[in-house]
């Protein structure tokens, strides 16, 4: 199973960016996938959830600027950013869950068997 992310980027404050996770070896329809990112000198933190139903849950800080989506036909998950801050830099990782769907904790990194190898946005001032 492989986690590809594309689509980071420099944008100015305010602006929009999409990410792209392109997943191959496993039928994305069957699984729940989310965002994470991780900031310089941070931990790395849940951004997104969607789950193999498509129900989706967001963290706070994303709530009202970022979408979620999955396009099953092209095994691909996307994160559309608006209005995006400074505060939103970091790098963004996508994963998946091993079955269906997160067994507690959407938002802990235990639930997540594979994970792309991260894609750095950058929002500047």
């Known amino acids: 199973v492989e986690l590809v992310e594309s689509g980071g980027g420099l944008v100015q404050a305010g602006g929009s960016l999409s990410v792209s996770c392109a997943v191959s070896?496993?039928?994305?329809?069957?699984?729940?996938l989310a965002w994470f990112r991780q900031a310089p000198g941070k931990e790395r933190e849940f951004v997104a959830y969607i789950s193999s139903s498509d129900g989706v849950w967001y963290a706070n800080s994303a709530k009202g600027r970022f979408t979620i989506a999955r396009d099953n036909a092209k095994n691909t998950v996307s994160l559309q950013m608006n209005r995006l801050k400074p505060e939103d830099t970091a790098v963004y990782y996508c994963?998946?869950?091993?079955?269906?769907?997160?067994?507690?904790?959407?938002?802990?990194?235990?639930?997540?068997?594979?994970w792309g190898q991260g894609t750095q946005v950058t929002v500047s001032p």
């Open positions: 994963a998946s869950t091993p079955s269906s769907d997160a067994a507690n904790d959407i938002s802990s990194s235990d639930e997540y068997d594979f």
């Open positions: 070896g496993r039928t994305l329809s069957g699984h729940a």
